[in-house]
Structures are given as structure tokens and as C-alpha cells.
């Protein structure tokens, strides 16, 4: 399933973009879910970062992340990975805020319902949800993964 499906169907935005890259590193597939569930809607909808952001940084930490306080050369890789992962969002994007990719306040009940109305959540989102999960393959192919089990479903 496509992450932009996942979201479709009632997954909150970072859990979209983090659960196809992370399925196979967890025997319970329900873990991935549950780890991002609180940074949807720019985490916990308090208009901060956007989930997809979130979800893709996560998923590049499941790949390049370091282990072990020795493996200070995979700590610098993840790091420059995740700074070019939210250098290029915020290139194609104009931004990796969540108030400012939707132009509502989820914050706000009123303009979360206004959001809801306008279709944001249908239109906006998923397409944010893309493009943030093929960001992750790109960069995880230039920083040197190959084994990324998911290339037909982004």
C-alpha cells in the first residue's frame, strides 16, 4: 500500500510515511504505527513540523541511524541525510511547518473543522505524504542503501 493510501484510509500523516519503510523492521507492524502516532498534524496538532516531515526523518533514522555511542561516522551520515532530506522539502514545499504547508491552524478547532470542509486533509496531505516518502528513497539511495523493500509502493 502506497503511503498516500495509507493516509487515505485514516492514518495520520508521519504514520503514513514511516509505516512502508518500517513494516519490515518490526515483527509487530502495530509498533511502527503506534511510535509516530502522536507527531501527525504538525505533532499533536500544535502546528509545529509536519508529520510527513517527521515520518520521513524517522524513517531515515531506521536506516542510517547509529546504534552504538562508537559509530560517530553513522551519527554524521544520518544527520547530513536528514539536513538534506529537510533541505529539499522545504525546497519543493516552501516550508516543512504544518500550519504553513495546509494554511490552517489544527490547533484551532474552528480551522481544523475549516480544514476538514476544504478538503486539506484529501488533497493537500496526501500529495505532502508523496512527496515526502519518495524524498526519503532518493536520499537513502544517494547516502548508499540499496536494500529498500518498498521502491513499488512510493
Known amino acids: 500500500m502506497k503511503p498516500e493510501e495509507i493516509f487515505i484510509g ?88 504544518c500550519t504553513q504547508l495546509i494554511k490552517y491552524n489544527l490547533s484551532v478547532e474552528e480551522e481544523a473543522k475549516k480544514a476538514n470542509e476544504e478538503g486539506v486533509f484529501k488533497t493537500i496531505c496526501p500529495e505532502l505524504v508523496k512527496s515526502s516518502a519518495q524524498l526519503v528513497i532518493e536520499i537513502l539511495e544517494e547516502y548508499g542503501v540499496k536494500d529498500i523493500n518498498l521502491k513499488t509502493e512510493v
Open 10 to 97: 485514516g492514518m495520520n500523516c508521519s504514520q503514513s510515511v514511516f509505516y512502508p519503510f518500517a513494516k519490515d523492521f518490526f515483527n509487530n507492524s502495530e509498533l511502527a504505527f503506534k511510535i509516530m502516532s502522536p507527531f501527525g498534524g504538525g505533532i499533536a496538532y500544535t502546528n509545529r513540523i509536519c508529520g510527513a516531515v517527521t515520518g520521513g526523518i524517522a524513517a531515515i533514522g531506521l536506516y542510517l541511524g547509529h546504534t552504538d555511542s562508537s559509530q560517530a561516522e553513522q551519527k554524521a551520515k544520518c544527520v547530513a541525510a536528514t539536513r538534506e532530506f529537510l533541505k529539499r522539502f522545504q525546497e519543493k514545499q516552501k516550508s516543512t511547518d
